[in-house]
C-alpha cells in the first residue's frame, strides 16, 4: 500500500465519531473490546466492526491475551498521517484548522458535540462526491455557492431555511476523492477569510452500487449555542441529498 493509500484507509477509519472516540480512549493504555463496547450505545458487533476498521489502517493494535483481545493505539501511525497530511495543507490554511490527528500528548477530540447522520444518494460516488465540492453541483447546499476544491481553499454559499438565511462560509482542510471531504466553516459575509475553527464537518461516501452512494455527515462544534441549529440543518441537509438525483 503507498502513502497516499494509507492517508485514504486512515481517513474512513477516523471519519467515524466512534472510532475516533475509540483511539482517544486507548491512546495511552490497553483496554478490553468488552470495556470500549461498554462505552457506546452501540452493539457488540458494531463496536467489533469499527475496531476491525481502526486496525485494517493501523491506528491500533491488538494484544491476544487468552480469550482477551486488549486494544492500544499507534501514536506512529497517526504521526505519519499527520505529516502526509501537512504536506497537502498549505500553511495559511493550517492557521484556521484545528489539530485533525493527535499529537503524542495531545488530546485527539477537543470538548465538543457532534451531530451525525446517514443518507443513501441515488448517485454514482463520483457524482455525490462533487456536489460537496464543485459549485455547479453545490446548489442543493444553498444559492450562490462558489469553491476553491483544494485543501487550503475557500467555499461559501447561502443557506436558507423556512424562517432565516445565513451565509456559509469555510475552508477546505482535507479531500480524498471520491471518499472524503473534510472542512471548517462558520457563519458570516460569504467572500472573507475562511473562519478560525468553530465548526468541522467530516463527510465521509461508500459506494453501495454504480448508482447509489452512501453520504455519513458528521458535525463537530465548539458553540454549543449552534447546536440546535446544526441539529436542524443535518435533518435538512439529509433531505436534500435525498432528493438527488
Same mark, same amino acid.
Given at each position: 500500500?503507498?502513502?497516499?493509500? #494509507?492517508? !485514504?484507509?486512515?481517513?474512513?477509519?477516523?471519519?467515524?465519531?466512534i472510532?475516533?472516540?475509540?483511539?482517544?480512549?486507548?491512546?495511552?493504555?490497553?483496554?478490553? #473490546?468488552?470495556?470500549?463496547?461498554?462505552?457506546?450505545?452501540?452493539?457488540?458487533?458494531t463496536?467489533?466492526?469499527?475496531?476491525?476498521?481502526?486496525?485494517?489502517a493501523?491506528?491500533?493494535? +491488538?494484544r491476544?491475551?487468552?480469550?482477551?483481545?486488549? *486494544?492500544?493505539?499507534?501514536? /506512529?501511525?497517526?504521526a505519519? +498521517?499527520?505529516?502526509?497530511?501537512?504536506?497537502?495543507?498549505p500553511?495559511a490554511?493550517?492557521?484556521?484548522?484545528?489539530?485533525?490527528?493527535?499529537?503524542?500528548g495531545?488530546?485527539?477530540?477537543?470538548?465538543?458535540?457532534?451531530?451525525?447522520?446517514?443518507v443513501?444518494?441515488?448517485?454514482p %460516488?463520483?457524482?455525490? *462526491?462533487?456536489c460537496? %465540492?464543485?459549485?455547479?453541483?453545490?446548489?442543493w447546499?444553498?444559492?450562490?455557492?462558489?469553491?476553491?476544491?483544494?485543501?487550503?481553499?475557500?467555499?461559501?454559499?447561502?443557506?436558507?431555511? #423556512?424562517?432565516?438565511?445565513?451565509?456559509?462560509?469555510?475552508?477546505f482542510?482535507?479531500?480524498?476523492?471520491?471518499? @472524503?471531504?473534510?472542512?471548517?466553516?462558520?457563519?458570516?459575509?460569504?467572500?472573507?477569510e475562511?473562519?478560525?475553527?468553530?465548526?468541522?464537518?467530516? %463527510?465521509? @461516501?461508500? /459506494? @453501495?452500487?454504480?448508482?447509489?452512494?452512501?453520504?455519513?455527515?458528521?458535525?463537530?462544534? *465548539?458553540?454549543?449555542?449552534?447546536?440546535?441549529?446544526?441539529?436542524?440543518?443535518a435533518? !435538512?441537509?439529509?433531505?436534500r441529498?435525498?432528493?438527488l438525483r
Amino acid at each position: 500500500m503507498n502513502e497516499r493509500s #494509507a492517508v !485514504d484507509e486512515s481517513l474512513r477509519a477516523l471519519a467515524h465519531p466512534i472510532r475516533r472516540a475509540i483511539l482517544d480512549m486507548v491512546w495511552d493504555r490497553e483496554r478490553l #473490546a468488552g470495556e470500549l463496547a461498554e462505552r457506546f450505545d452501540v452493539s457488540g458487533p458494531t463496536i467489533s466492526g469499527h475496531l476491525k476498521s481502526l486496525r485494517e489502517a493501523k491506528l491500533v493494535s +491488538v494484544r491476544r491475551e487468552g480469550t482477551k483481545r486488549w *486494544y492500544r493505539a499507534v501514536p /506512529e501511525a497517526v504521526a505519519k +498521517v499527520r505529516s502526509l497530511l501537512d504536506r497537502d495543507i498549505p500553511p495559511a490554511a493550517m492557521e484556521h484548522a484545528s489539530t485533525m490527528l493527535r499529537e503524542p500528548g495531545q488530546p485527539l477530540v477537543r470538548e465538543a458535540r457532534e451531530v451525525s447522520a446517514s443518507v443513501d444518494v441515488a448517485l454514482p %460516488i463520483e457524482d455525490a *462526491y462533487a456536489c460537496w %465540492i464543485e459549485p455547479e453541483m453545490m446548489t442543493w447546499c444553498g444559492r450562490d455557492p462558489y469553491s476553491e476544491p483544494v485543501p487550503g481553499g475557500a467555499f461559501g454559499f447561502r443557506f436558507e431555511l #423556512a424562517l432565516f438565511a445565513l451565509d456559509v462560509r469555510g475552508v477546505f482542510v482535507a479531500l480524498h476523492e471520491p471518499s @472524503l471531504v473534510l472542512f471548517d466553516w462558520d457563519f458570516s459575509g460569504v467572500g472573507v477569510e475562511p473562519p478560525a475553527v468553530k465548526n468541522r464537518t467530516w %463527510i465521509h @461516501l461508500s /459506494e @453501495l452500487q454504480p448508482e447509489l452512494t452512501r453520504v455519513h455527515i458528521c458535525h463537530t462544534t *465548539y458553540d454549543e449555542a449552534l447546536l440546535p441549529f446544526i441539529t436542524v440543518a443535518a435533518v !435538512d441537509m439529509v433531505t436534500r441529498l435525498g432528493a438527488l438525483r
